[in-house]
């Protein structure tokens, strides 16, 4: 079985996380997977990482958040985060930012939670996003397992209407893997705003036999769909979960 690292393509640089149905999850077991120096981020508004992930977190002003990000720390991994006035959660920095702490910190590794989609397993993105740096090496567009075969309403996807222009499916109406396919090949589906840079998709949730099998067939659909996609990874992650036992498995473009 790959590795996380390994299956998502992950080594060092910029690496941005999008979707719905685990990105923060992803993006921890990353971290912990890693054994590089690794800075974790947000472009947009996010909770506040909780105690379990073991991070050094930093809430400042872009320009002290640099300071830090260049001081010595004993820490692996470092969050750097502006403030919010909402509680509990933290503000996002500009792409520009996160290219700046990348640099100043040295770091290997930078990971950047780049949308939002209020705990749904399943989104579309609206104009402007997702808000992703420039210098970006590798995106990972991640949708839950978990809607398969679920009505689509509010309850699951985050933006029912613009889903359901994207997929061709109406609201109420179960979702399935040729939905997943169309999200994932649509010019304004899931990979909107990451033309030119290196993408994975990630099949997240998949945590029992039936929705593996679920999974892969979705897995499949997206990968005929179009070229873009080389691989569809499947995960299974949970807090405090063994990044080791983390990837389900890897479903390939070309024959089987």
């Given at each position: 079985?790959?590795?996380?690292?390994?299956?998502?393509?992950?080594?060092?640089?910029?690496?941005?996380?999008?979707?719905?149905?685990?990105?923060?999850?992803?993006?921890?077991?990353?971290?912990?997977?890693?054994?590089?120096?690794?800075?974790?981020?947000?472009?947009?508004?996010?909770?506040?990482?909780?105690?379990?992930t073991?991070?050094?977190?930093?809430?400042?002003?872009?320009?002290?958040?640099?300071?830090?990000?260049?001081?010595?720390?004993?820490?692996?991994?470092?969050?750097?985060?502006?403030?919010?006035?909402?509680?509990?959660?933290?503000?996002?920095?500009?792409?520009?930012?996160?290219?700046?702490?990348?640099?100043?910190?040295?770091?290997?590794?930078?990971?950047v939670?780049?949308?939002?989609?209020?705990?749904?397993?399943?989104?579309?993105?609206?104009?402007?996003?997702?808000?992703?740096?420039?210098?970006?090496?590798?995106?990972?567009?991640?949708?839950?397992?978990g809607?398969?075969?679920?009505?689509?309403?509010?309850?699951?996807?985050?933006?029912?209407?613009?889903?359901?222009?994207?997929?061709?499916?109406?609201?109420?109406?179960?979702?399935?893997?040729?939905?997943?396919?169309?999200?994932?090949?649509?010019?304004?589906?899931?990979?909107?705003?990451?033309?030119?840079?290196?993408?994975?998709?990630?099949?997240?949730?998949?945590?029992?036999?039936?929705?593996?099998?679920?999974?892969?067939?979705?897995?499949?659909?997206?990968?005929?769909?179009?070229?873009?996609?080389?691989?569809?990874?499947?995960?299974?992650?949970?807090?405090?979960?063994?990044?080791?036992?983390?990837?389900?498995?890897?479903?390939?473009?070309?024959?089987?």
């Amino acid at each position: 079985m790959s590795s996380l690292l390994e299956a998502l393509g992950v080594d060092r640089g910029i690496v941005a996380a999008i979707g719905a149905g685990g990105k923060k999850s992803l993006l921890y077991a990353i971290a912990a997977a890693s054994r590089h120096r690794v800075a974790w981020t947000t472009t947009v508004h996010t909770p506040r990482p909780p105690r379990w992930t073991g991070m050094e977190i930093n809430v400042a002003e872009p320009d002290e958040l640099l300071r830090r990000a260049g001081a010595r720390s004993a820490a692996r991994i470092r969050g750097f985060f502006r403030p919010s006035t909402k509680t509990g959660r933290v503000a996002g920095l500009d792409v520009e930012q996160v290219e700046a702490l990348h640099e100043a910190g040295d770091f290997d590794l930078t990971l950047v939670k780049a949308d939002g989609a209020r705990m749904r397993g399943i989104k579309a993105p609206k104009a402007g996003e997702p808000v992703l740096p420039p210098g970006t090496h590798r995106v990972l567009v991640v949708v839950s397992a978990g809607v398969l075969g679920r009505p689509l309403n509010d309850a699951v996807a985050h933006r029912c209407d613009r889903i359901a222009e994207v997929a061709g499916l109406a609201v109420g109406e179960p979702i399935g893997p040729a939905h997943f396919a169309r999200l994932f090949s649509h010019p304004h589906g899931c990979l909107q705003g990451t033309a030119r840079m290196g993408v994975v998709a990630v099949i997240n949730q998949v945590d029992d036999p039936q929705r593996r099998r679920e999974a892969e067939t979705a897995a499949r659909a997206m990968l005929a769909a179009g070229p873009t996609l080389d691989r569809v990874v499947l995960t299974h992650l949970a807090p405090g979960h063994d990044p080791a036992d983390a990837v389900v498995t890897v479903v390939r473009s070309g024959p089987a």
